[in-house]
Structure formats: C-alpha cells, structure tokens
C-alpha cells in the first residue's frame, strides 16, 4: 500500500514538474512573439515616417516649383496683354483716316509679332517620378498633378512651337514695313499712311491679334489650374504636418 501511494506522490510531482515546464515554455514563447510584434511595429513606424518624410519633401519641392510657374505665367499674361493692347491700339487708328504717327506708337510697332514663353519648372515632378508617383498617398493630388504636368504643361509646349511659327510667318512682311531703331523693341513704319491700305498687313496684324488672344485665354486656364493645384498641395502640407 505505501508502495502505492509512493508512485501515487512521484506521479503527481512528475506531473506537476511538468506542467511548470510547459508553462515556461508557453510564456517564454509568448514573450518572443511579443518581442517580435514590438519589433515589426517599431520598424514599420520608422518606415511609415520615412515614407511620411519622403512625401513631405516630394509636395514642397512641388509646391515651390508650381508656385514659381504661377510667377511665370503671371508674367506672361501680362506681358501678352501689353502685346495685344498695343496690337489692338494699331488697328483702332489705322481704321482712322485722320490718325497720324507719333514717337509713343514704336513700342507697340515693335512688338507687333513679339511673344513670351513660359517653361515650367519640373524639377520636383521629375523626383516625384523617379521615386514612384504613388510616393503621394493622396489619390485625388497625384492625379490633379500629373494632369498639371502632362496635360496643361504640355498643351502649353505646343503653344510655344505655334508662337514661334507665327513669328517666323510673319517676320519678313514686317521686316519689309517698319524700320528698327536701335532698340529692338522699337520700329517706325516706313510709310504710316501707306499701311491704312495695306490689306496684307492689316490681315496678319488682325490675325496675329487673334493668335494672341486666343494663346492668352490658355494662359488664363493655365493659370487657374495651376493655382488649385498649388491650394491642394498646401492644404495636404499641412494635414501631414499634423
């Protein structure tokens, strides 16, 4: 009987030892998990505020850029209106048999078929492309700013190609009309009241107004979306800044 009991109480201990065992066991393996779960947490943090970094960097190098290309087409668009005004202007007083010529009018001569071009600065969208355009989280962004870039921006290279095609068509005719001063920016018609007749010229200074007008309504469009594009890249500066 005591033999008995004794297998009994060795049982028990055997048992009890073992399930010690397999409770350490148990804990140190949860430990490791936690351990683990800890240390992909920290590392996807660490790679979350890099990629947070990284697109922060990426809309201020755009912000900066597109708000530079604002500056530029403001500059354009006002230097084309000076253009078409001073176009506009001739026609009105050679449609006038009475108008005469004066000083004031050799800037607007000189400048008849003279244009401006805008070459936006890319720099940041070049990174942003390099780096991968889902660099920007925000769906909605990206899009507004790959369209800005590769739809409007590029439109806008054409219209420079047009722009220069206009000056070149045109150049001989007025070359043959208006004499430069020694500013370039400066002509005198050879002869004014000849040019009241002359249907040629008439023609192409209408048609070049017309060129212009409809290059600067481009402008304008331009203009505007570059500048909802400029507010969206401010606004999500900001919400990641947070």
Do not use: C
Request: charged share 25%.
């Amino acid at each position: 009987m005591i033999k008995f009991f004794r297998k009994i109480r060795q049982k028990m201990l055997t048992e009890n030892k073992f399930s010690k065992y397999l409770l350490y066991a148990i804990g140190e393996i949860i430990l490791v998990v936690i351990g683990i779960l800890i240390a992909l947490s920290i590392n996807n943090w660490n790679e979350n505020r890099k990629e947070s970094n990284l697109e922060l960097e990426i809309l201020s190098g755009l912000y900066n850029d597109i708000a530079n290309n604002k500056i530029k087409i403001d500059n354009l668009i006002s230097r084309d209106s000076i253009i078409i005004t001073g176009n506009q202007h001739i026609l009105s007083l050679l449609k006038d048999n009475n108008s005469t010529f004066n000083d004031s009018l050799q800037f607007s001569f000189g400048n008849i078929n003279r244009y401006e071009v805008f070459f936006p600065q890319q720099m940041a969208y070049e990174t942003l492309k390099s780096k991968g355009l889902h660099s920007l989280k925000n769906d909605s962004l990206r899009k507004q700013i790959i369209e800005l870039y590769d739809e409007t921006y590029l439109v806008n290279s054409h219209i420079r190609d047009l722009k220069s095609e206009v000056y070149s068509n045109t150049y001989n005719m007025l070359n043959k009309r208006l004499f430069t001063t020694k500013d370039i920016d400066h002509k005198i018609p050879n002869n004014y009241n000849d040019l009241k007749g002359d249907t040629e010229f008439l023609n192409t200074l209408s048609h070049i107004t017309a060129e212009n007008e409809n290059f600067q309504n481009y402008s304008y469009m331009m203009l505007e979306k570059t500048i909802t594009v400029i507010t969206e890249i401010d606004k999500e500066i900001k919400r990641l800044k947070k």
